[in-house]
C-alpha cells in the first residue's frame, strides 16, 4: 500500500550542502520515505547548497543574521518561516550557527545534527568542519567517524542516533579525511537517521509530541 502521512522536514545549511545532497539522493531512491523534504533554509546567501535544492525543485529561505542584526532576529524569522511550513522535523546539515534554548526548547527532539566525529570527540563550541578533523589528526587518534544526534541547548550536547567509525590513514591529511568521513559515514547515517526519526513522528511512537 502507497505511504501517505510523511513528515515535513527542513534542512538547515550553510555551506556546499553535500549532505543536503545526501538526503536529497535518499529521497530520491526510496530510502528516506517516512519524511519529505518541503524547504531548504541557508543562513549564508551564497552557499552552494541553496543550487542543489533548486535542482531539486525544493523551496528555499535564505535567513541571515547579517540581513536581520542579530542571532535573535534570526531564529525569530526561521522559527515563522517553520510554522508557516509546518514542519516536523528540522536537520541540520553543515549548519553553521549554534541555536539557543529557546529555538531547541520549541522543537524538543525534533531538530538532528550531523557532526564530523564520534562525539564525545572533538565536540562542542568551536569544533566544526575542517577543525574537527584537524583535531583528530593532531591527537593521532586511529579511528574517527560521525555521529547524528538530538539538538538541545548544549552544543553537541542531545542524545545520539546514529554513529559511524572511519579508520584514519597515515597518509591522511584534514582534507581527506573529512572527504572520506562524508562518504563512508555521515552520508550514510544521516539519510538513516532522518527516515528513523521520521517513522517515529508519523507513527506516533514518540513520547515527545509538542
Ligand atoms: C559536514 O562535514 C558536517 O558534518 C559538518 O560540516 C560539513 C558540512 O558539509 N558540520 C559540523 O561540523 C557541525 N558541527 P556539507 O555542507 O557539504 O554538508
Redesign the pocket.
Known amino acids: 500500500m502507497k505511504q501517505t502521512k510523511k513528515a515535513h522536514i527542513a534542512v538547515l545549511?550553510?555551506?556546499?550542502?553535500?549532505?543536503?545532497q545526501a538526503l536529497i539522493n535518499a529521497q530520491k531512491k526510496g530510502i528516506l520515505t517516512s519524511g519529505r523534504i518541503c524547504l531548504v533554509i541557508s543562513n549564508n546567501a551564497s552557499a552552494y547548497?541553496l543550487k542543489r535544492a533548486e535542482n531539486a525543485g525544493i523551496p528555499t529561505a535564505v535567513i541571515t543574521r547579517r540581513d536581520l542584526g542579530s542571532q535573535e532576529a534570526m531564529e525569530e524569522k526561521i522559527l515563522k518561516t517553520l510554522k508557516e511550513h509546518r514542519i516536523d522535523l528540522i536537520i541540520?546539515?553543515?549548519?553553521?550557527s549554534i541555536l539557543s534554548e529557546h529555538f531547541t526548547k520549541a522543537y524538543d527532539h525534533r531538530i538532528i545534527?550531523?557532526?564530523?566525529s564520534l562525539i564525545p570527540s572533538f565536540?562542542g563550541e568551536g569544533?566544526?568542519?575542517l577543525k574537527?578533523h584537524e583535531a583528530a589528526l593532531a591527537k593521532g587518534v586511529k579511528v574517527t567517524g560521525?555521529t547524528v544526534h538530538f539538538v538541545n541547548e548544549i552544543p553537541?550536547g542531545g542524545e545520539i542516533i546514529l554513529q559511524k567509525a572511519v579508520y584514519i590513514r597515515e597518509d591522511d591529511t584534514p582534507e581527506t579525511l573529512?572527504k572520506r568521513?562524508?562518504r563512508l559515514a555521515?552520508w550514510q547515517i544521516l539519510p538513516a537517521a532522518a527516515e528513523k526519526v521520521s517513522k517515529e513522528l508519523i507513527s506516533g511512537d514518540c513520547s515527545r509530541d509538542r
Request: include cysteine; proline fraction near 3%; aromatic fraction near 10%.
Open positions: 545549511v550553510s555551506g556546499g550542502g553535500t549532505n543536503l547548497a541540520l546539515a553543515g549548519f553553521m545534527n550531523v557532526h564530523p565536540c569544533f566544526y568542519g574537527v560521525a553537541d573529512q568521513v562524508m555521515e
